[in-house]
Nanobody, 121 residues
Framework: QLRLVESGGGLVQSGGSLRLSCAASGFRSDSYAIGWFRQAPGREREGISCISSSGGSTNYADSVKGRFTISRDNAKSTVYLQMNSLKPEDTADYYC??????????????WGQGTQVTVSS
C-alpha cells in the first residue's frame, strides 16, 4: 500500500528549528520527486520545496529560501525538511506529496496526512 507519513512537527518558539520527515512506503521512492507543502488556517495551500528523485535538484519558495533545506535519503525512503529561523507565519499544517515522475516540474498525485507546526512569538 502506497503511504507517505509525515512526522516531526510540534510547537517551537520563534527563531527555533524543526526537522520534518516524510517516510515513503509501498513504492520506489527513489523514482519520484517529493514536495513539501503547507496550509495555514484560512489560507491556500502553498508549495514550499521540492527535491527530485535523485536529490540532485531542489527548489524553494521565496518565503522559506535560506531558512529551509530539503534533503532525501533514498536508502531510507525518507525526505527531510530542515526548518531553521522559524517565524510565527510558518505556522501551518505541513504535507509531503509524491510527484508523478522524477522531476520537480511534474504534478503531484499522492499526499500524506500532514504534521502540524506551530511557531510561537
Amino acid at each position: 500500500q502506497l503511504r507517505l507519513v509525515e512526522s516531526g512537527g510540534g510547537l517551537v518558539q520563534s527563531g527555533g528549528s524543526l526537522r520534518l520527515s516524510c517516510a515513503a512506503s509501498g513504492f520506489r521512492s527513489d523514482s519520484y520527486a517529493i514536495g513539501w507543502f503547507r496550509q495555514a488556517p484560512g489560507r491556500e495551500r502553498e508549495g514550499i520545496s521540492c527535491i527530485s528523485s535523485s536529490g540532485g535538484s531542489t527548489n524553494y519558495a521565496d518565503s522559506v529560501k535560506g531558512r529551509f533545506t530539503i534533503s532525501r535519503d533514498n536508502a531510507k525512503s525518507t525526505v527531510y525538511l530542515q526548518m531553521n529561523s522559524l517565524k510565527p507565519e510558518d505556522t501551518a499544517d505541513y504535507y509531503c506529496a509524491r510527484g508523478v515522475g522524477p522531476s520537480c516540474h511534474d504534478a503531484y498525485n499522492y499526499w500524506g496526512q500532514g504534521t502540524q507546526v506551530t511557531v510561537s512569538s
